[in-house]
Every structure is written in C-alpha cells, then in structure tokens.
C-alpha cells in the first residue's frame, strides 16, 4: 500500500506562507494528486489537484517534482480560518485505491 | 454544500447491534467511496463503488457491507458493532472512476457505540 507521510503539525502566523510536504513513494503513475482541507466535524473540501509541476488557484499552489513521490502544498499569507487539518490523497500504484496522507495539523496566530 | 447527503448525522446504538448509513452523490456522479475517521485520526479508506460496480477495495472489515443501488445512492452496513467503530463516516463522490476527479466530500454520518 502506497505510504504517504505528512508533517503532524505546523504553526505559523497570519500573514506568512506556510508549505506543507507530502511524500508518496508509490503512487500510481497516472493518478492526480489532490489536497484537501478539513475543519473539525465536518468533511474534507478539495484546495487543488495537479499531475506534475506547478499548479495555481485562487487559494495554493501545488507543487510536484518530476520523480513525483512528493508534493507541496503552498499556502499564501495564511489567516485563521486556515487553521484546519490539511490532507493529501494520491492513487496507489499497486491496489488501485484512492489514499489520504496522515494529515497535516496547521494552526496560524494572530 | 457539496451536493452530497449523508443520512444520518448523529446515530447513537448500542453494541452487537446494526445500522445502515446511507449515501446520496452529487447529481451526475457516478463513483461513491466510503471512508471511516476515528476520534482524531485520518480518513481511512473502506470501499468504492463505480455506477454500481464494487471499485476497490480498502481496509474493511468482514462485519461491514456496502452496495451502490440503481438510482447511484449507496449504503454502508455496520453489523456486530464494537466500541472501536464509533467514528465518522465518510460518503465522498466524483464524476468518473479514472480517479482524476475531484472528490465531493459528505457532512459525515457520525456514530456513537455503547
């Protein structure tokens, strides 16, 4: 089974940039990588997907190197309603089955 | 609001005891997945079915069923409950089975075992 890792927790303060790294050794070579946010009781709301490179929305940026066995999510001059439990989901090469990374605890101060 | 209900919010039951959480997806999709999050741990992945077709498969257990009807909705069925399957559930769905869509995550059906 694909292994994904992410860091437990991050803090940061409004205003930085905070980057979240998500390994993947095993992904499945035509998935997407997908990142996710996830406030407390409710359910995980999609932040950005992307295949390799750089990809940019409104809200991050994703990045993926080319050996693709990690991904980074950039968050922009965070506020604190970015405080949430963020997730990355990849395919796994060898099961077919849609995995979520360990998740990422981000709080941001004032 | 995702477009995606997950019935019920809160289920409360005792243990032994079965329940069925049900799933409706977004109008048009046609992938359902399952996955369970206990008290403050990630989201594991339990099944997934495709236009009524079991997808893949995940860490579920032999006392859980799931299907996916004709009219897309889906249902998981949790029988001999424990005291370890208090958790949320999640329904997410998506448009295709190729994965490189984006999931639309439920509310949770959240469930208590006495």
């Known amino acids: 089974l694909a292994k994904t890792t992410q860091p437990i927790s991050m803090d940061s303060y409004e205003g930085q940039e905070v980057n979240i790294t998500c390994s993947h050794n095993?992904?499945?070579?035509?998935?997407?990588i997908t990142w996710y946010q996830q406030f407390p009781s409710q359910g995980p709301r999609f932040i950005i997907q992307?295949?390799?490179t750089k990809v940019t929305n409104e809200v991050a940026s994703l990045f993926i190197p080319a050996d693709r066995k990690s991904s980074t999510l950039s968050l922009p001059r965070v506020s604190l309603s970015d405080t949430a439990v963020y997730y990355c989901?990849?395919?796994?090469?060898?099961?077919?089955?849609?995995?979520f990374g360990t998740g990422t605890r981000l709080q941001v101060f004032p | 609001d995702s477009g995606v209900t997950q019935t019920p919010k809160h289920l409360i039951t005792a243990t032994g005891q079965r329940v069925t959480l049900r799933c409706s997806p977004r109008?048009?999709?046609?992938?359902v997945y399952w996955y369970q999050q206990s008290l403050d741990q990630g989201l594991q992945f339990l099944i997934q079915?495709?236009?009524?077709?079991?997808?893949a498969k995940g860490n579920i257990l032999e006392r859980f069923s799931a299907q996916q009807f004709p009219d897309l909705h889906s249902e998981l069925n949790l029988s001999s409950l424990e005291l370890g399957d208090s958790a949320l559930y999640f329904c997410?769905?998506?448009?295709?089975?190729?994965?490189?869509?984006?999931?639309?995550f439920g509310e949770g059906s959240r469930l208590t075992v006495l």
């Open positions: 989901l990849v395919g796994d090469y060898n099961t077919d089955k849609l995995i």
């Open positions: 095993n992904i499945a070579t035509n998935d997407y």
């Open positions: 109008s048009g999709d046609l992938s």
């Open positions: 997410a769905s998506s448009v295709g089975r190729d994965r490189s869509g984006e999931l639309f």
């Open positions: 992307g295949y390799k």
């Open positions: 079915y495709y236009n009524g077709e079991e997808r």
